[in-house]
């Protein structure tokens, strides 16, 4: 989510330049870079244009707040774009176990009221459960993402579920509860693949796909884009009605 969006995006821009002056697939890449390599291919097959990858030490961006790790397993076979959703549902796990890192102990008010309202979704076979210590599905964790990106999700990849979250609590700080808790909510719906709801405003490509028997745009979306500290704080009505459909 974005404060700002054509700050940021001018950013990226400049950010993208640069990096498009290399070529990724050069047979001069070293070999820790071959992975790289192979999530950059990945991320543009998935439709994202080459200008709204923002390349990261450690990852690529796209949309301000959708993380793609270098290190990242690289789905094989053929890809499919499925609401504004895109990659995979999580087939792997219904029960999504999410480990809170102690950097967020200040936010765990927030978190719970977060996972509250995906877990009160009715005839949704998907919920969160928080797991403070032992294996975990999902990372939440504290990290500094830059002036003007609230949080960063992280899309399902071949049905296993975006195993990363970072948000920005210093960033958001400035937010009401409900405003923090939002972003919170938000990328948990990102991690279980719900793109945004406004992705066309926003200028996002690839197009996204109806969630089927959702169709069209929502004012009231929690999923919107670049609303963070104004945005919806309580999930709308077609928010649950894509949760439902997309996890039966
Ligand atoms: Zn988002």
């Not at 990852?59 to 993380?67: A, R, T, Y």
């Not at 609401?83 to 967020?104: H, P």
């Not at 979704?121 to 403070?132: K, M, R």
């Amino acid at each position: 989510m974005k404060k700002n969006m054509s700050f940021v995006l001018m950013a990226l821009f400049a950010i993208v330049f640069a990096a498009c002056s290399k070529s990724a697939d050069s047979p001069t890449t070293p070999p820790q870079s071959d992975n790289a390599a192979k999530v950059r291919e990945y991320i543009l097959k998935l439709g994202f244009p080459e200008n709204q990858i923002v390349e990261h030490p450690t990852e690529f961006m796209v949309e301000g707040d959708i993380s793609f790790p270098k290190n990242m397993k690289v789905p094989e076979g053929n890809l499919k774009s499925e609401q504004y959703y895109t990659g995979s549902t999580v087939t792997n796990v219904t029960n999504i176990r999410l480990k809170v890192d102690a950097s967020l102990s200040g936010l765990s008010s927030e978190i719970n009221s977060a996972i509250a309202q995906w877990n009160a979704i009715p005839n949704c076979s998907v919920n969160w459960v928080l797991t403070p210590t032992g294996p975990y599905d999902v990372l939440m964790t504290n990290a500094n993402l830059g002036n003007g990106v609230c949080g960063a999700g992280t899309f399902p990849t071949n049905g296993v579920v975006g195993n990363l979250i970072r948000i920005n609590a210093a960033y958001i700080a400035g937010n009401n509860f409900a405003q923090r808790a939002r972003t919170i909510c938000h990328e948990l719906g990102h991690n279980i693949s719900l793109r945004h709801t406004n992705w066309a405003a926003a200028g996002e490509n690839p197009p996204g796909i109806d969630v089927p028997g959702v169709p069209g745009t929502d004012a009231s979306s929690l999923m919107n884009a670049g609303q963070c500290g104004i945005g919806a704080t309580v999930l709308s009505a077609k928010d649950i009605l894509a949760a439902q459909s997309l996890y039966p």
